[in-house]
């Protein structure tokens, strides 16, 4: 089973809002609501930012959301703040006892 | 709070074994299922093998399948992940990390700070 797809890089200037996607297929991403993102900063383990497609964990501000279409989910930054330039992963249950990964996005904050 | 510390990575030379573990503490240990993901240096983040909260059940990546085994140790709220016939491409960072449940659904709230593996002769 391939690799969840996401676009390399992504920016955006502080204040505006970013969207990142992420591409699966029928099995994985567009089978099950079990979709998440993860925040990585560099040297840092990472942290969960939403589960479940577009539900955040305690902590998370309400800047982040996600949402999904058919085979490809999203993860939305708004009002971008200098402390989300980061990695983000988008993960997927696969269908098959396994979990799945997207290959990460870099966002800059220009 | 929940903390989960990763012990046991280090230099080991090809087709060698290495046996990583991780102390957990902060949350009932035995309600959840563990995983390990890992990440080669500069590279995206990789799922490697998944134990149910009573280890009667475990899953694994195609990439580590028939090498790596799983185990956890419930009276001692550790997990384990034992690396036979390593390869380089197994260097990484490798994380033990919770599921949200007792079966796998891929859902990793909290993750340790990681142990590097690495793979060279």
């Known amino acids: 089973q391939s690799a969840l797809t996401q676009p390399p890089s992504a920016s955006g200037s502080p204040g505006q809002s970013v969207t990142i996607s992420c591409t699966g297929i029928?099995?994985?991403?567009?089978?099950?609501?079990?979709v998440t993102w993860y925040q990585q900063h560099p040297g840092k383990a990472p942290k969960l930012v939403i589960y479940?497609?577009?539900k955040r964990p305690s902590g998370v501000p309400d800047r982040f959301s996600g949402s999904k279409s058919g085979n490809a989910a999203s993860l939305t930054v708004s009002g971008l703040q200098t402390e989300d330039e980061a990695d983000y992963y988008c993960?997927?249950?696969?269908?098959?006892?396994?979990?799945?990964f997207g290959g990460g996005t870099r966002l800059t904050v220009l | 709070q929940v903390q989960l510390v990763e012990s046991g990575g280090g230099v080991v030379q090809p087709g060698r074994s290495l046996r990583l573990s991780c102390a957990a503490s902060?949350?009932?240990?035995?309600?959840?299922?563990m995983h390990w993901v890992r990440q080669a240096p500069g590279k995206g983040l990789e799922w490697v093998a998944f134990?149910?909260?009573?280890?009667?059940?475990?899953y694994f990546a195609d990439s580590v399948k028939g090498r790596f085994a799983i185990s956890r140790d419930n009276s001692k709220n550790t997990v384990f992940l034992q690396m036979n016939s390593l390869r380089a491409e197994d260097t990484a960072m490798y994380y033990c990390?919770?599921?949200?449940?007792?079966?796998?659904?891929?859902?990793?709230?909290?993750w340790g700070p990681g142990t590097l593996v690495t793979v060279s002769s």
């Open positions: 029928s099995s994985d991403v567009g089978g099950q609501d079990h």
């Open positions: 902060g949350f009932t240990f035995t309600r959840y299922g």
């Open positions: 993960s997927s249950y696969g269908g098959t006892n396994n979990v799945i």
């Open positions: 990390v919770t599921e949200n449940s007792a079966i796998i659904i891929g859902r990793f709230d909290w």
């Open positions: 134990i149910q909260n009573h280890g009667n059940l475990e």
């Open positions: 479940e497609v577009s």
